[in-house]
């Protein structure tokens, strides 16, 4: 199911970095006084009422300036196109667009600008306006700036909502009003065995020629300048009699890297990819070795409980020994730390070594996301877990696990009933994991351990 998607659009230094922050509940965005400041893209995870979304921090659009930095005329062709090329990029990808205004300093012309550019690229369907925009009345720190906000009805966009981004004030209605203009989220109707396997890694690591490879046709576009891919590209193969969805994705790069424009999206729809799949295939440049990106995208993958292959790509251009291929895994495996089952597969897309592998190993993967033990086997990996390892206490009371089971597959869960969840330290949890795994592996897939009190 594809997650909404919410974009912060408005002029600078009105408070979408922190209203970002508030809306996905960490500090992503960089806060500063100086207009312009968030100029990488920035996308996170939300959740409001149990409905969970994508959220788009979008830079300030700036007025061009002369070179004794005075600002020109927002009404000057250039700001005109910069507006018109941002919102069409958010109209483009969001479900719901947050304009955000700045109370203190009332109803400017820039604000008129990018409100008549949005209503220009809006569609209508039913009779509505698609995407709807919701607005967003920010700084109101006091009673008196909240009845201010009252200026703005005059935009036509139904009720200002008066908040304060960096206090927290008035973000609930908003979100309620926010989320209660998400589209319906109907679940994609798809064969049981379709196998969704989503191509990612950073800029020019080799994702596009994978796939090429593995459709045996030229499906997407090939070329050596990183970004070329912008849009995530669906591809369907049969392997064993089921269906195989191949889907590439634009590179993602780290934070603060992210070229403004287009490609700032391109994150976005790599990250619903992601969401998407069941198995990600994490393309890794051997030319580079694995970088902070590859890092950084492994946590995506993690924090969205997929299963994962770390293909190692261009290995034909590496000068190599008969240890080469050992200490370069030693060396993935230190840096992905956090994903101790994931499976290594060195590999040539330009020349096609071992290229034949990775359908057959994503195959595997994902069937053992299906995989589901039997509730003596959990218990017997349990007892012998708390007799081998006493569980630790600080507080005078003994973590005490009584029995276990599995409530689901696609990742599997299990169910762990306890005396009391706040004593499962992570460390424990690790171990648990461990002994689990010695059980049944669940290569290259996560498992989710829940605690529930007895």
């Known amino acids: 199911m594809k997650k909404p998607v919410i974009v912060l659009v408005g002029r600078p230094n009105v408070g979408k970095s922190t209203l970002f922050n508030r809306l996905v509940g960490q500090r992503l965005a960089i806060i500063d006084e100086t207009p312009g400041t968030t100029r990488d893209r920035l996308v996170a995870e939300g959740n409001w009422s ?7 921090d979008t830079g300030g659009i700036d007025p061009p300036k002369r070179a004794n930095q005075e600002v020109l005329s927002v009404g000057s062709k250039d700001f005109v196109e910069e507006i018109r090329a941002q919102a069409e990029i958010a109209i483009e990808e969001a479900d719901v667009i947050i304009f955000v205004v700045d109370v203190q300093d009332g109803i ?6 990018i409100l008549t550019i949005l209503r220009k690229r809006q569609t209508k369907k039913d009779g509505v306006a698609t995407p709807p925009i919701v607005l967003a009345v920010n700084k ?3 009673q008196k700036l909240a009845l201010n906000a009252n200026e703005f009805f005059s935009f036509g966009l139904g009720d200002p909502y008066p908040i304060s981004a960096y206090h927290g004030t ?5 979100l309620d009003a926010v989320i209660a203009l998400f589209p319906e989220q109907t679940e994609e109707e798809e064969a049981p065995d379709t196998i969704k396997i989503a191509i990612v890694g950073k800029p020019n690591a080799g994702k596009s020629s994978l796939l090429n490879k593995l459709a045996k046709e030229e499906r997407a576009i090939v ?7 912008r849009d995530a590209i669906d591809t369907e193969i049969t392997y064993e009699g089921h269906t195989v969805t191949l889907i590439d994705t634009a590179g993602i790069r780290k934070r603060g890297s ?6 700032k999206y391109s994150v976005l729809r790599a990250m619903q990819a992601i969401e998407r799949c069941n198995v990600a295939l994490l393309v890794i440049d051997a030319t580079t070795g694995i970088t902070a990106q590859d890092e950084h995208i492994a946590g995506f993958i993690q924090e969205a409980k997929k299963s994962v292959i770390l293909i190692v790509n261009k290995w034909d251009a590496v000068e190599k020994d008969e240890k080469t291929a ?5 060396n993935v495996r230190q840096s992905l730390n956090f994903l101790p089952y994931v499976p290594v597969l060195f590999i040539s897309a330009q020349t096609g070594q071992r290229v034949h592998q ?8 994902w069937q053992e996301r299906q995989v589901k033990l039997s509730t003596s086997q959990i218990n017997k990996v349990l007892t012998h877990a708390q007799d081998i390892h006493t569980p630790p206490s600080t507080t005078g009371h003994p973590f005490r696990i009584y029995y276990g089971t599995q409530v689901k597959i696609d990742p599997p869960t299990f169910l762990l009933f306890c005396n009391d969840p706040a004593l499962g330290h992570f460390t424990y949890m690790r171990f648990l994991e461990n002994q689990l795994r010695s059980e049944y592996p669940f290569v290259g897939t996560p498992i989710q351990l829940v605690l529930k009190k007895h």
Do not use: H, M, Y
């Open 358 to 365: 990775v359908i057959p190993l994503a195959f595997k993967v």
């Open 258 to 263: 992210i070229i403004p424009g287009v490609e």
């Open 140 to 142: 109101t720190d006091n």
């Open 326 to 330: 050992i200490e370069f895994e030693a």
């Open 108 to 113: 400017t012309q820039a604000d008129r600008e």
């Open 170 to 174: 008035g973000t609930g209605d908003l």
């Open 50 to 56: 149990g409905k969970d979304f994508f959220v788009v």
């Open 223 to 229: 070329s050596p300048i990183a970004g070329t891919t």
